[in-house]
């Protein structure tokens, strides 16, 4: 249906433009028309009902050269998107959260400094860097596809508010359950995990020295803390990262003690799948 509507429109666009004054050209080769699709929510993915007819092979500013955006008010929803627990239909196909079942919580096998801003090229931002390590763990790790996120807090972001929040259980890379859904994680009153977090992405419980440890800078609300080793990017000892026990079952999974240790440690991240 939609593709009828829009080679209609479009039909209707290219007749206008030929009427205009650099339409005619008096019998010369017409130019080519290449349509070009908007993308309001730069994922790069446009929508199919609202395009440009151009004589322009590229597209250029806010649109796309394809229509693949089912929905272009979120930058997670388009075709062939990975799906995530988040009650959308991010793929644009049979639904909302098809396929999805337990989401996958692991500790990072490597160690890191409370600088994870090295790790996005880019932005040299600290959780932009600290999502980029979790999502390619679990890919080089052979974990089912989707997107995988960074257990840490800013003092701009919590992780309440910047993780998806899955009503499906989260498990271990083994299969051990974890938790029963994202606000068993962060029931503060009673935070109980069903099992530590222990396990790497490959499935090794990691060595326990120097620490079974990981940053967080996040307590058993998920709200953000004051020692975030300035928003992870710092790896100097005198600034302050809040970290989780990986040993703990009650809140202190996420904080420990809830104040820092020193940035320079090189210590675990957990790692969640959205
Ligand atoms: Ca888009
Ligand atoms: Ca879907
Ligand atoms: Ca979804």
């Not at 993308?39 to 050269?65: H, K, M, Q, R, T």
């Not at 639904?95 to 880019?122: E, H, K, M, N």
Request: aromatic share 10%; glycine share 12%.
């Amino acid at each position: 249906m939609n593709k009828l509507l829009k080679s209609s429109a479009a039909i209707s666009l290219i007749l206008t433009a030929g009427c205009g004054p650099e339409g005619g050209g008096g019998g010369g080769t017409p130019d080519p028309e290449y349509t070009h699709y908007e993308d309001l929510d730069s994922d790069g993915f446009g929508n199919p009902l609202n395009f440009i007819v151009d004589n322009e092979p590229i597209a250029s500013g806010s649109y796309v050269d394809n229509d693949f955006d089912c929905d272009d008010t979120d930058d997670t929803i388009y075709e062939g998107a990975p799906e995530m627990a988040d009650g959308l239909d991010n793929d644009c196909l049979n639904g909302p959260d098809d396929g999805i079942s337990d989401r996958i919580i692991f500790a990072s096998s490597g160690f890191y400094t409370g600088d994870f801003a090295q790790y996005d090229l880019v932005g040299a931002d600290g959780i932009t860097g600290a999502d980029i390590k979790c999502q390619e763990l679990a890919d080089n790790a052979g974990l089912p596809q989707g997107i995988y996120r960074a257990w840490l807090s800013t003092s701009t972001s919590n992780v309440v508010d910047r993780l998806i929040q899955s009503p499906f259980p989260y498990v271990l890379t083994d299969g051990t359950q974890v938790a029963a859904d994202f606000n068993s994680l962060i029931n503060a009153a009673s935070v109980n995990l069903l099992n530590i977090i222990d396990l790497d992405e490959t499935g090794v419980r990691p060595p326990t020295n120097p620490y079974l440890v990981s940053w967080t800078g996040t307590d058993e609300f998920g709200e953000a803390l004051t020692d975030t080793c300035l928003d992870w990017t710092s790896p100097v000892g005198t600034d302050l990262g809040v970290h989780g026990g990986m040993l703990s079952v009650n809140g202190q999974w996420t904080s420990f003690s809830g104040t820092g240790i020193a940035c320079s440690f090189a210590t675990h991240v957990y790692c969640l799948q959205q």
